[in-house]
């Protein structure tokens, strides 16, 4: 048996096989001739879900325009666009209409259902015109798995982000308490007539909140990670840079252990590329620390980094973190070394355990900077660590390349900003007499404001040229400091589009950093902030001016 429909006159055979293949999967078949506006029913299963008769219609926009006046008012616009007597053939050419399409049409219940609309066009020979089966399902029950997943998805995406937001709040909270320990302890130190033992207590309370610091970065960064947020940022590393602020966070646990430190870069030709800074920084961090931590006292820490340049014209980095410590075992090297918060049994008796975060971090950050990890580990003799790296070259400046030894001994670099007048945006009474204070030290004058509202009015009656920096905190009551920023940038004066913005925050679980340039911002430096990073920041800007 065989289905004829009419064809422009000519005789359309659709084979009985080809009809009972296709009735196992739609439950209405069609074909037509769009270019001679011919249309046929080939079979419907159920008559009684059609409020209209197709199988008298005989020209294919006759069918368009009864069907047209089923379709949900939602779904017209993308019907007329698919398939339109005017361009459905060259839809059809296109492969605009490709595969099943979902639409939703009103049946003889008077509710509207989803249904599947396929076209295939038929490739003849002997007929230039374009002829095509449409083939439509109900697809109710898709559409309601479709609707549960996405509900599952959706309820599943926002636990997560109700509990990735209390992470950044818990965090934010911590590090603006964390923020004044450590700026107090900073300013205690600096005080004279302190006592050798009170100064102990304060390289105790500096040493304590710099690992709360680090511990607070590890904690940031896999929830980042976790949550696929962690980007990788593109900007000028300088290795003398992040060398001293290595060297001013680990020196007072090298200085109490009497750990004699090295660092090695007489193979180190590459000093300044563009990279990642915060990433390699907790990298190299995180080993040192760890070297630090599991190497009994007087013992032997060595970092080298050595620079080789590819053929590709990038600079490739090794960067070597080697001690004599109490190693690990084989079975934790092999099994549990990349866990989070899995530590070597060993270390139990060893007394300083830490939570298991660090080398997890560490082959997350190498792993999303394209390099790779290694570790070589023997119980008793110590443990060494080698992070290879890619970077594009940047030549700049120059670092003296030797072995430096530290340990007996660590003198902080003194800054001098004299002549400098800074605008200080802080809502914290106390981290506002923190970095005054530290910015004091450095004879910079500031001058302070306590909201972004108050900030944006003190620049607004200041002469022009009158501050050389504003630092921004971006957490603030008011009007906060992104608002602030973009404000003050968009003044009708010339310096109000030069002058440095440096935000300073503890707001640190949404990458702030990439986002702060939309707003104006120049830097972004983490609380508690770090003296030495801050005059580091500040002088690649206040010496320029």
């Not at 066009?121 to 083939?135: H, Y």
């Not at 950044?168 to 302190?194: C, M, V």
């Not at 980094?305 to 934790?332: C, H, L, P, Q």
């Not at 940038?489 to 503890?506: C, G, K, Q, W």
């Amino acid at each position: 048996m065989k289905n004829k429909g009419d064809m422009k006159n000519k005789a359309f055979y659709v084979n009985d096989s080809i009809i009972k293949a296709v009735k196992n999967i739609y439950s209405v078949a069609l074909v037509a001739n769009v270019t001679d506006d011919v249309f046929s029913t080939l079979f419907i299963k159920s008559k009684r879900r059609m409020p209209i008769d197709l199988i008298t219609t005989k020209s294919y926009s006759e069918a368009y325009f009864k069907i047209k006046d089923l379709i949900y008012q939602g779904d017209i616009f993308k019907y007329e666009e698919l398939y339109h007597p005017d361009f459905v053939a060259q839809n059809i050419e296109q492969k605009k209409i490709n595969g099943d399409k979902a639409l939703r049409v009103k049946y003889s219940d008077g509710e509207y259902h989803w249904i599947s609309v396929n076209m295939v066009k038929m490739e003849t020979n002997k007929n230039t015109s374009t002829i095509i089966f449409i083939f439509i399902k109900n697809s109710d029950r898709e559409k309601k798995v479709e609707s549960q997943i996405r509900e599952a998805i959706y309820e599943m995406e926002y636990k997560r982000y109700i509990e990735f937001q209390g992470y950044k709040n818990i965090s934010h909270e911590l590090r603006t308490q964390l923020s004044s320990i450590r700026g107090l302890a900073d300013i205690l130190r600096n005080e004279e007539n302190i006592s050798p033992q009170n100064k102990k207590r304060i390289s105790d309370i500096l040493q304590a909140s710099d690992k709360l610091k680090n511990l607070l970065d590890d904690i940031k960064t896999m929830s980042l990670l976790a949550n696929k947020e962690c980007k990788v940022k593109n900007e000028i590393v300088r290795l003398d840079h992040l060398l001293d602020e290595l060297k001013s966070t680990v020196m007072p646990s090298v200085l109490s252990k009497k750990i004699h430190f090295f660092i090695d870069l007489s193979e180190l030709k590459a000093e300044s590329f563009i990279g990642d800074y915060d990433k390699i920084y907790t990298i190299i961090y995180n080993l040192v620390s760890n070297a630090v931590k599991y190497t009994r006292e007087g013992g032997n820490v060595q970092v080298s980094i050595v620079s080789t340049e590819t053929d590709s014209g990038n600079v490739a980095f090794r960067y070597t973190v080697k001690d004599n410590g109490i190693g690990m075992s084989n079975e934790y090297l092999k099994n549990d070394i990349y866990n989070i918060y899995s530590t070597d049994a060993m270390y139990k008796s060893y007394g300083d355990k830490g939570v298991g975060l660090g080398l997890a971090v560490v082959k997350n950050l190498v792993s999303l900077l394209g390099g790779r990890l290694s570790i070589t580990s023997q119980i008793g003799k110590g443990t060494c660590v080698v992070v290879e790296l890619e970077n594009k070259a940047f030549k700049e400046m120059k670092i003296e390349t030797t072995i430096e030894k530290f340990g007996d001994s660590f003198v902080n670099v003194q800054y001098s900003f004299k002549g400098s007048r800074l605008l200080v945006v802080e809502d914290n009474v106390v981290n506002m007499e923190i970095i005054s204070t530290i910015l004091n030290s450095a004879n910079i004058e500031v001058i302070p404001a306590y909201n972004g509202y108050e900030a944006v009015s003190i620049y607004k009656k200041s002469e022009k040229g009158y501050f050389d920096a504003i630092i921004m905190d971006l957490q603030m009551p008011v009007m906060d400091g992104y608002e602030a920023s973009q404000i003050i940038r968009n003044l009708a004066r010339r310096d109000a589009i030069s002058i440095p913005i440096i935000a300073v925050t503890a707001y640190s679980y949404k990458d702030d950093s990439m986002n702060a340039s939309e707003y104006g911002i120049d830097r972004f430096v983490m609380k508690p902030v770090v003296p030495e990073r801050l005059f580091d920041v500040l002088s690649e800007y206040l010496e320029k001016r």
